[in-house]
């Protein structure tokens, strides 16, 4: 005889707003612990704070009407609370991850008790809310849509499991009946089982407003459109494997509240209202219809049809391909058999690339052995609860993390969460109900007590994580500053990882950016800087103007006629000139990214390859002497003899040569700490003359004109 229930309990709604409510604070509370790190007062500029991430200020400037991002519903959501506060939009994308993040640990709270752990719900939702995986993508200033896709996830599928779970029979049961085992009970009945009546107006309403946010999400991110689907076919599949016999009937007709909405928007809304009338206040023939079988299948037909739209497949294998090649764009010539290949962009991005299974482990929980836990406890789950199946993308999308990056691991926190905490809760509460302890004991939240340990290692990781904004403020004055010194039809030229911050703070368009940094959005920028050629640099920015943007320069062009034209951009008798104003930006952080930058431009159409210049960033204390050129390293016996040595201190730049042809170049920031050591190709490319030679080098003479220069960034005007 085998019992496979989830006890029935009266669902007090007061106690879930409590426990969430207690989610919310902890995680909050544990989150605030990386404030006192931002007080700094190099961390703002005009009095707003530096973001966190590059991709922040992509919404900044959708708030402030410029880029992609505008009307972007997160635009406008930052624009609005932006525009109600008084707040600069950056101070809001600055604190806002703070307050809306710790969601995630209240809607975890519910969710724990959606699989019957009445007690367990608080420490779920903290552990949800604070996992590597999911912190490290909103700390503060991390203002992106990672603040609402795992929420809203959670949120789309969080109604109808409520509404589902109270009739579903476990899996295990069910495999149970099919082997023909003598199973005494098939249902799996949550701590939120007080449903009452499955067509009861409040369900409906509540699973048609579900529904109409699903498909909403969708302007959101394209995440959405994956998770809907799955969603919409998930419901019927449950419906016809694991619900009850005497509740299926219901189940077919309540379900189409749901996904009627979810995949067809307000037209499928409006149809789910119409049969929410026929079911909640219809008479006679309208009340019957509905119940009519055919008329619930055909109008299932048409919900599943509408479901399946090929783009969102297509989307779907194209922006898996994009996380998984390792080379780049491809782009076929008309009149030539050979494909024109750019350098691959993929590993040098750190959120996409591969992770190793226990760097996985750790972005669920500090402790190893828990997150492996929480995986095993989801299984678990999976086999007790239909419902679980609502996070089986999104755990499947965390454990692909190996191949598919880091920033995937955010999706299954919340299903690692709960499989940590909520089998723990269930033994324990089984465990008191067995030895007959007293029902105010019981009730008392004993595991969230007793699992408090387990949030014990954030209290120094979340000051850990914090390491300030993505630029110093020297580079954002340099940026800012193009606001007034740049026509409103000027392109700045810098590295894409800016892009989004330039667009934002000089109000002006970029070569490239966080979304255009694949095929000539990064081989362009990438050879201009580079480069040793300060004629081809200037003329490949001019040529880019003239022929209207990256992707025309090499349109159509086979490898051997693209290496042609470069040859050609560099003749000095050329004399090119761009359809706006071009400004390069050239600034000490790009140096750092020397070995990416000397490889995308260094790359051979030809070979298919490029040559990554050396470059080494020592964390040990050192000692020059700008006489001798001798530099002094901590662990090392002997000096180096240095062939060059730059110091950038906030008064300015000092410079000694020493010409000494050995390829140690050392590149000393006394305004960052930064000490590098460069060959050759790096010291010599335009990235780093430009920012270290004076301004008025005659090899920059009618090519380059300098409009601001801070030391630690400069800008040019090109010629």
């Known amino acids: ?107 975890v709270c519910v969710w724990a008790m959606v699989f019957g752990a009445r007690n367990s719900g608080i420490i779920a939702g903290a552990l949800a809310g604070l996992a590597p995986g999911f912190l490290g993508r909103t700390l503060l200033g991390y203002c992106d849509t990672d603040l609402v896709t795992l929420l809203f996830a959670l949120l789309i599928g969080l109604v109808p499991a409520m509404w589902l779970t109270p009739a579903m029979r476990s899996p295990l049961a069910v495999a149970g009946s099919f082997a023909g085992l003598n199973v005494r009970k098939l249902t799996a009945v949550s701590s939120l089982a007080a449903r009452g009546n499955p067509l009861s107006k409040p369900w409906l309403f509540a699973l048609l407003a579900s529904g109409l946010f699903g498909h909403w999400a969708k302007d959101w991110h394209s995440l959405f459109g994956y998770l809907t689907l799955w969603y919409a076919l998930l ?30 928007g307000l037209i499928g ?27 619930i299948v055909l109008v299932w037909l048409l919900a599943l049809l509408s479901a399946f739209d090929p783009g969102v497949v297509q989307a779907l294998f194209a922006s898996v391909g994009s996380y998984l090649k390792s080379s780049g764009d491809v782009s076929r010539a008309v009149n ?60 499947a999308l965390s454990l692909l993390s190996i191949k598919l990056g880091g920033r995937m691991v955010m999706f299954g926190v919340a299903s690692a969460a709960l499989g940590m905490v909520v089998p723990v809760c269930l033994l324990l509460e089984n465990l008191l109900r067995k030895i007959r302890a007293a029902a105010w004991f019981r009730a008392l939240p004993l595991p969230d ?45 810098t590295w894409w990882d800016w892009g989004y911050a330039t667009q934002y703070l000089a109000l002006r368009n970029t070569i490239a950016d966080g979304a255009l940094h694949g095929g000539p959005y990064l081989y362009l920028p990438a050879l201009v800087y580079s480069t040793n050629n300060p004629r081809l640099a200037a003329q490949t920015i001019n040529y880019t103007s003239q022929v209207g943007g990256p992707p025309q320069v090499f349109k159509d062009l086979s490898a051997a006629q693209a290496m042609a034209l470069l040859t050609e951009l560099a ?25 990416w930058i000397g490889r995308h431009g260094s790359w051979d159409f030809v070979k298919k390859e490029g040559v990554a210049p050396k470059i080494n960033r020592l964390r ?40 000494r042809f050995n390829q140690r170049h050392f590149i000393l920031n006394m305004i960052s700490g930064d000490k590098l050591i460069v060959n050759d190709s790096l010291y010599n490319a335009m990235l780093t003359q430009l920012l270290l030679s ?17 030391t630690y960034a400069r800008v040019y005007k090109v010629d």
């Open 1 to 107: 005889m085998y019992s496979l229930i989830i006890p029935y309990r009266k669902l007090d709604w007061r106690k879930v707003l409590l426990m969430a409510l207690a989610a919310y604070a902890l995680a909050f509370a544990l989150r605030a612990l990386e404030v006192p790190r931002w007080d700094n007062p190099a961390y703002q500029l005009d009095g707003e704070y530096l973001l966190g991430t590059h991709d922040a200020y992509y919404w900044m400037a959708g708030a402030e009407g410029f880029g992609r991002a505008a009307g972007h519903p997160f635009s406008e959501f930052i624009r609005v609370l932006s525009a109600t506060s008084g707040v600069a939009p950056a101070n809001v994308g600055f604190w806002l991850p703070l307050f809306t993040a710790p969601l995630v640990a209240s809607v």
């Open 235 to 264: 419901i019927p599949l449950a419906i016809g494997l694991f619900s009850i016999r005497a509740e299926r009937s219901r189940l077919w007709r309540g379900g189409t509240v749901y996904v009627l909405p979810l995949v067809g």
């Open 269 to 295: 809304g409006a149809a789910a209202l119409l049969v929410v009338f026929c079911l909640g206040w219809g008479r006679g023939r309208w009340s019957g219809l509905i119940w009519k079988k055919q008329v």
């Open 336 to 395: 030539a058999t050979e494909a024109l290949v750019y350098p691959g962009v993929a590993q040098s991005i750190i959120e996409v690339q591969d992770l190793n299974f226990r760097d996985l482990l750790f972005y669920f929980h500090p402790w190893s052995f828990l997150a492996v836990a929480g995986i095993a406890g989801f299984l678990i789950l999976l086999t007790v609860s239909p419902a679980a199946a609502f996070h089986l993308p999104l755990i």
């Open 449 to 493: 007590l007793a699992l408090l340990v387990l949030l014990v290692p954030y209290v120094g990781l979340v000051p850990r994580l914090s390491h300030g904004p993505i630029m110093n403020v020297e580079y954002a004055a340099a940026l800012k500053s193009l606001r007034d010194i740049t026509p409103p039809d000027a392109v700045i030229w």
């Open 571 to 595: 003749d000095e008798n050329l004399k090119i000139k761009p359809a706006s104003e071009q400004y390069l930006v050239v600034t000490f952080d790009m140096l750092r990214l020397g070995y």
């Open 620 to 659: 040990q204390a050192l000692k020059f002497n700008l006489n001798s050129g001798e530099v002094d390293i901590d662990g090392q016996e002997n000096p180096l003899q240095a062939d060059s040595i730059d110091v950038l201190r906030t008064d300015g730049l000092t410079r000694e040569s020493y010409f």
């Open 694 to 710: 004076d301004t008025h080098d005659p090899r920059f003479r009618g090519l380059f004109s300098p409009v601001f220069d801070n």
